[in-house]
């Protein structure tokens, strides 16, 4: 159980191009879902929180123009990066939470971004 | 904000040995501590967690202890395997207004287990 899913798991596009990552739970209804960023060697760092129907909410510093949020449903979130540049390639992780009580939150594979 | 500190950031032993992973948190109000797990190219897999109301938690070759005066807690991995090998990352979390709570990371622990 609590399995998270994310599409694709990796992806190539040139810089000012948009990429859409998808952030699926499969097995449970995710009332937030969270989205990460990991650069090679260094620990996680949240971006944004989502909830379910509800504007995302951002890290300082983190652009919520660029990196577009949208948690349409209780098992999808997804992630746009707009007008991509090279320094957004990195490792984008989705978690989600079962419901508002749950402490625990279950991560998805990765989606390794790479924009040239 | 929450900062998380975890030491070390490398730690090697033989297989069969035991491996103890150790973070501090600054935030008082903190009170969820999992434990994660990540392999190269993966997401992170939660391995263990303890509540603040909890002062330790065992499962299997794995338990973690919390001492909440000292704001501090400890992986402890006992009969270290090679699958063992892998990056650790602690985290302390809290509620957020709207519903789920906030991880804040430590800077991880690469655990290699040698033969």
């Known amino acids: 159980g609590a399995v998270v899913s994310q599409h694709p798991s990796w992806v190539i596009c040139k810089s000012g191009t948009s990429v859409k990552i998808e952030c699926r739970s499969l097995?449970?209804?995710?009332?937030?879902m969270f989205w990460y960023r990991q650069f090679p060697k260094q620990s996680l760092m949240l971006m944004a929180t989502?909830?379910?129907?509800?504007?995302?909410?951002?890290e300082q510093g983190v652009e919520k123009d660029k990196f577009l949020i949208n948690h349409a449903s209780l098992t999808l979130s997804t992630l746009t990066v707009t007008s991509a540049h090279p320094e957004d390639s990195s490792f984008y992780i989705c978690?989600?939470?079962?419901?508002?009580?749950?402490?625990?939150?279950?991560f998805g594979p990765g989606t390794r971004l790479t924009v040239t | 904000g929450e900062n998380v500190e975890q030491h070390p950031s490398t730690l090697s032993v033989q297989e069969g040995d035991s491996a103890v992973i150790k973070c501090t948190y600054s935030d008082s109000a903190s009170n969820y501590f999992p434990w994660y797990k990540q392999e190269l190219g993966k997401g992170p897999q939660l391995i263990i967690d303890i509540r603040s109301n909890v002062g330790e938690k065992k499962d299997q070759r794995i338990a973690v202890t919390l001492n909440k005066t000292a704001k501090h807690f400890s992986l402890h991995i006992t009969e270290t395997q090679p699958e063992d090998s892998a990056v650790y990352f602690c985290?302390?979390?809290?509620?957020?207004?709207?519903?789920?709570?906030?991880?804040?990371f430590g800077t991880g622990t690469q655990l290699k287990v040698e033969l």
């Open positions: 097995d449970f209804q995710a009332t937030t």
């Open positions: 978690s989600a939470s079962g419901t508002r009580a749950s402490y625990e939150q279950y």
């Open positions: 985290a302390a979390s809290k509620w957020l207004t709207g519903g789920g709570n906030k991880l804040t």
């Open positions: 989502s909830n379910e129907g509800s504007k995302a909410t951002y």
